[in-house]
Structures are given as C-alpha cells and as structure tokens.
C-alpha cells in the first residue's frame, strides 16, 4: 500500500467514516460501469490517484452532527454528487492550467487530450444533476454550487496580480474552495444550519493547500509554481506583498525563473505568519460547529483533520 493511501485511510479512520468512504468507493466504481464507453476510460481516468475526500467527509460529518447515525443511501448518492462535482472542477483547472499530472498519474487532459477533457467535465455536470433529480433541495444547491464556481474562478482570474490583502484572500478562498464546503454541509444537514461552519473549513483547506504547496508537499488541490506564475493571491503570497520589494515583482506578468524563485523564497519566509492565520480560522470554525451543531464532535474533528494538511 502506498504512504497516501495510509494517510487518506488514518484520516477517515480518525473520522470514524470508513464505512461510509467505502460505500462511496463502491458506488463510484459502479457509475463507472454505466458511463459511456467513449468516456469510460477518461472519466475512470480522472478518478485515478489517490483523493483525499475531504469533501465527502464534510457531508457525512454534518449528517452526524445533526443527529443521523446510521448510513443512508441517500448520504452516499449526495457524496458521490459531490465527487463528480468536484472532479468536474479538477479536469477545469488542469485544462486552465495546463497541468501535467494530478494525484500523481497524467491528467486527463494529457492523457486524453482537450477534446477529451472538456466532454468529461460537461457529462460530470449531467450525471450530477440526473443523480439528485427527484430532490429538489439538493438540485438547488448543486446549481447554486456550479453557478459559484463559475464566477469564483473568474474572480480569482481577475483579481490575480493586484497587490491585496488577507481579507481579499479571505473571500477568493470562500468562493473557490469554501462554496464546495458549504454546499457539502448544506446537503449534510439538509438545512442552512451549518452553511457557516462549512465555509470557514472550505477557506481553512484552502489556506491549508496554500501553505502545503509552498512546503513542497503534495498538493491538495492546485500548484505552487503555476500560481506564482499566474499571479494568484494565496494567503503566503497576500502576507508577502506587504513588502513593497516583494510587491514589486508579483506585478510582473512573465515566467522568469529568477523572479519565480525570489517570489517562492518571499513565501516560504510568510509560512509561520500563514499558520497563524490558518490557527485563528480553525478556531471560528470550531467556535461555530459548538454554536450549532446538536454533536459538535464530528465537526471538530473535521477541522483538526484539515488543519494538520498544511503540515503532512
């Protein structure tokens, strides 16, 4: 067994979910079977690696959280919702990106090419919205998910190489990443109640796959070198442009190498002031699971699990 797949299994462990992540594996192997044949391989392709379910987990705990106990079928087709969703998104950035690898195997993208890439994220759309078709309180916040989605990966387009701050920061991360978080604890617990605490952890991953890819460690979600070169605001980066220097060559719109490595060294030098930062969000977070939620447990644990992910 490989080292990612030991530290995705301690996680669900320590969650107390591996039932559930199991019925989730079982279920997406079987949507697998029944995609079309000229997906098929693509689509088992975007799946391949080992992800992290930090998403899934954030609905299950929810459902906990607010009182159910026992596994629903339901609960694993919202999950698996979710995961479509989500990859959908994946195979997005990687065609924005350009990105060679994902998870440690070839994008689909690169392995299938951009005809390839761009169907299978549209067919994860349909079959998303063909799954939660008889529910329309999930069909409305899985269309409130998508429409976020859209627009936060053209604010985080926008708003790139402009010299701003953690609060700005603060609200890319809550679109991009917290609205996935948030409509995971929204179909969760079936209400708004935890939407809140949803959102902060969605911005505490974020901050935590900012900080991990700066360490060099595996990336959770995006890449360190290719958001230094776009001139995306991460939260090391928005700690960084405080120094006028630093500021001065995150405004440069090129690829040069030596401007790319004073800019990965100006990061690097912000990590501790990032966790600091990551500390105080996962306090909210928890502060706000004990607000709402009936067994906050799940919830706590949850933010502790993300909050190690900086530092793995």
Not at 211 to 224: H, I, K, N, Y
Not at 278 to 292: H, K, N, P, Y
Not at 295 to 300: E, G, K, S
């Amino acid at each position: 067994m490989s080292a990612p797949q030991l530290v995705t299994d301690g996680v669900v462990s320590a969650l107390g979910a591996t039932r559930e992540i199991d019925l989730l594996r079982d279920r997406l192997e079987l949507w697998l079977t029944a995609v079309d044949a000229e997906l098929r391989e693509p689509l088992a392709s975007a799946f391949a690696g080992q992800p992290k379910y930090f998403r899934p987990l954030t609905l299950f705990a929810c459902r906990r959280a607010l009182g159910e106990q026992e596994i629903t079928q339901e609960s694993v087709e919202l999950a698996l919702v979710i995961e479509l969703i989500h990859n959908m998104s994946l195979v997005v950035d990687d065609v924005l990106d350009g990105s060679e690898l994902r998870r440690g195997v070839p994008t689909l993208q690169a392995g299938f090419g951009r005809l390839h890439a761009l169907m299978a994220s549209g067919y994860l759309v349909a079959d998303a919205f063909e799954l939660v078709a008889g529910d329309p309180f999930a069909t409305r916040h899985v269309a409130e998910l998508l429409r976020r989605l859209a627009g936060a990966e053209c604010l985080q387009w926008r708003l790139r190489r402009q010299p701003l701050g953690t609060e700005d920061w603060r609200r890319i991360a809550g679109e991009d990443t917290g609205s996935m978080f948030e409509i995971c604890a929204v179909l969760g617990g079936r209400s708004q109640q935890l939407r809140p605490y949803g959102r902060l952890l969605g911005i505490l991953y974020h901050g935590c796959d900012d900080v991990g890819d700066q360490r060099g460690l595996e990336a959770l979600g995006g890449g360190g070198e290719e958001d230094i070169r776009d001139g995306i605001l991460t939260l090391p980066a928005a700690l960084a442009i405080r120094d006028p220097r630093v500021r001065e060559l995150f405004l440069i719109d090129d690829d040069d190498s030596s401007r790319m490595r004073a800019l990965g060294d100006a990061y690097r030098e912000q990590l501790a002031g990032a966790e600091s930062v990551l500390d105080g969000i996962a306090q909210e977070a928890c502060a706000e699971a004990v607000r709402v939620a009936g067994d906050p447990a799940p919830l706590i644990a949850l933010v502790h699990e993300v909050r190690r992910l900086s530092t793995r």
